[in-house]
T-cell receptor, first 117, second 112 residues
Framework: KQEVTQIPAALSVPEGENLVLNCSFT??????LQWFRQDPGKGLTSLLL?????REQTSGRLNASLDKSSGRSTLYIAASQPGDSATYLC????????????????FGKGTLLTVNP | SQTIHQWPATLVQPVGSPLSLECTVE??????LYWYRQAAGRGLQLLFY??????ISSEVPQNLSASRPQDRQFILSSKKLLLSDSGFYLC???????????FGAGSRLTVL
């Protein structure tokens, strides 16, 4: 069974700081990994999708990396802004080594990011 | 472009009452449809997913059920709500054969 862990659970930084959010997963035989953002009381917004053949993806100030062999992904946020404050979640499909389905995503519990002005 | 609608946005129901949450997707055909629940401190839990009309897979034993009466409509139901059913329910869709999810805005259910 795929398990996803996100560290830290919460992070508070001053505006302008660069930061890294971590995601680890137990079954590395995955097709892809997704990062989402969730604002309080809202649905999830997709940020980045990394295919298993890729090592990183970039969108604006966001850069996500994937190291399948070690079961890890990081989300790097450059020059953080107060508007970046939200919960960030990573999600992976069930790993092939554990008989998982590509359709069923397992989510981490998220990292609650607060960027202080 | 594709859009996903979910309603109601908030719901307060007494224990033992029925539940119906509805989700519809526009602008695509034969999507995969999902219901997730997000409870405090527990992360997102996949409840049901569907790859076609009338095809429902249940992930967690519970007193909830799901139905897909039309290609782009997904309904979450309960005959008798429990206190433990309180939470934030999220509908999502993906293209057939893919797992890149787009989520609805969510429905906040409080059972008293």
């Amino acid at each position: 069974k795929q398990e996803v862990t996100q560290i830290p659970a919460a992070l508070s930084v001053p505006e302008g700081e660069n930061l890294v959010l971590n995601c680890s997963f137990t079954d590395s035989a995955i097709y892809n990994l997704q990062w989402f953002r969730q604002d309080p009381g809202k649905g999830l917004t997709s940020l980045l999708l990394i295919q298993s053949s890729q090592r990183e993806q970039t969108s604006g100030r966001l850069n996500a990396s994937l190291d399948k062999s070690s079961g890890r992904s990081t989300l790097y946020i450059a020059a953080s802004q107060p508007g970046d404050s939200a919960t960030y979640l990573c999600a992976v499909p069930g790993g092939q080594n554990s008989g998982g389905s590509n359709y069923k995503l397992t989510f981490g519990k998220g990292t609650l990011l607060t960027v202080n002005p | 472009s594709q859009t996903i609608h979910q309603w109601p946005a908030t719901l307060v129901q007494p224990v033992g009452s029925p539940l119906s949450l509805e989700c519809t997707v526009e602008g695509t055909s034969n999507p995969n449809l999902y219901w997730y629940r997000q409870a405090a401190g527990r992360g997102l839990q996949l409840l049901f997913y569907s790859v076609g009309i009338g095809q429902i897979s249940s992930e967690v034993p519970q007193n909830l059920s799901a139905s897909r009466p039309q290609d782009r409509q997904f309904i979450l139901s309960s005959k008798k709500l429990l206190l433990s059913d309180s939470g934030f329910y999220l509908c999502a869709w993906s293209h057939s054969g893919a797992n890149v999810l787009t989520f609805g805005a969510g429905s906040r259910l409080t059972v008293l």
